[in-house]
């Protein structure tokens, strides 16, 4: 199947702990580009992300956003440091002593001291914030997926049937090329006759004549070209996946045979349907610019 390169996707997934909400978004871009925004506390997983979304993603610019919702952040315990405890209580001896004064020190008043008691986080669990950031990420990029798809079918339609334009164009040069020469053959002959009026015309150098004119404006081989490599696009269409970069490679290879084509010719009809045809092309090309 075939891909769009723009797409969205959004997903949550959540527990008692945890809530997280994940957007992303893309527009075409030669390769994969990653933009992540999310909250410093998930830096951590940064590579792991990247990682997955490379499951889904070929090609793109892509713009991730993360939210997560921490139902745990006031989950804190409280740090007793007997050793400071300890210090505290020696250096008050040591005052009661030298000044001759009662210590009076209680419980209470030496829990005020600083850094007797702390407040202390649980250690954050990155097996279980992975499980559940990577399932809203697959999610989010499923869904993702799903957008591009569906662009990329129509995409594909829209290509074919402009293809299909394509060839009709080839398919006129194809029989109105014969024609021109014949066309040139008997103008010359009569611009021939109309000089010499009674004399009878050289067919020898007449048909050298149109022999030179005719390798000179043949593109026999740049039509050939064309129709395999429109066939070669509708082949790599209906084949499908990642065949962005190779479709555009082609539909330059397309643009050079027609442009040979606009230069050979001297008929107008030719010229037109050769004009028409690059007008296709470069349609196709600017829809290809999309594809995965």
């Known amino acids: 199947m075939i891909k769009s390169m ?6 949550e997934a959540a527990d008692e702990k945890r809530k997280f909400t994940v957007e992303m978004k893309a527009v075409n871009h030669r390769y994969l580009d990653v933009n992540i925004k999310m909250p410093k506390k998930l830096n951590f997983f940064e590579s792991s992300i990247r990682s997955l979304l490379k499951e889904y993603i070929q090609r793109g610019k892509v713009d991730l956003f993360i939210t997560l919702e921490d139902f745990t952040e006031n989950n804190v315990t409280i740090r007793y440091n007997k050793e400071i405890a300890a210090e505290y209580m020696k250096y008050l001896r040591q005052m009661a ?3 001759s004064l009662d210590n009076d020190v209680r419980v209470s008043t030496l829990s005020h001291y600083p850094e007797v008691f702390g407040m202390e986080e649980q250690v954050m669990d990155e097996e279980e914030i992975w499980k559940g950031l990577s399932k809203a990420i697959s999610a989010a990029a499923e869904g993702f997926v799903a957008t591009r798809i569906t662009e990329g079918e129509n995409l594909k339609k829209d290509l074919i049937s402009k293809l299909d334009g394509m060839l009709a164009h080839v398919d006129f040069i194809t029989e109105r090329s014969p ?5 040139y053959k008997e103008d010359l002959k009569q611009k021939i006759a109309d000089l010499l009026g009674d004399t009878k015309v050289d067919e020898s ?3 050298t004549e149109v022999t030179i004119f005719a390798d000179k404006v ?7 070209r064309l129709r395999s490599h ?3 696009t509708k082949d790599a269409l209906n084949e499908g996946g990642s065949v962005g970069r190779k479709l555009d ?4 290879e397309m643009n050079r045979e027609a442009n040979t084509i606009l230069s050979k010719t001297s008929d107008l009809e030719i010229s037109n349907r050769a004009i028409e045809l690059k007008t296709e092309i470069e349609k196709v090309r600017e829809q290809i610019q999309n594809i995965e």
């Not at 723009?6 to 997903?11: A, D, E, N, P």
């Not at 024609?179 to 066309?183: D, L, P, Q, T, V």
């Open 6 to 11: 723009t797409g969205f996707g959004r997903s």
């Open 97 to 99: 002593e030298d000044f």
């Open 179 to 183: 024609i021109i020469i014949k066309e």
């Open 205 to 207: 150098r007449l048909l």
């Open 218 to 224: 043949c593109v026999d081989e740049e039509l050939v």
């Open 230 to 232: 429109i066939q070669q």
């Open 249 to 252: 490679f082609i539909a330059q």
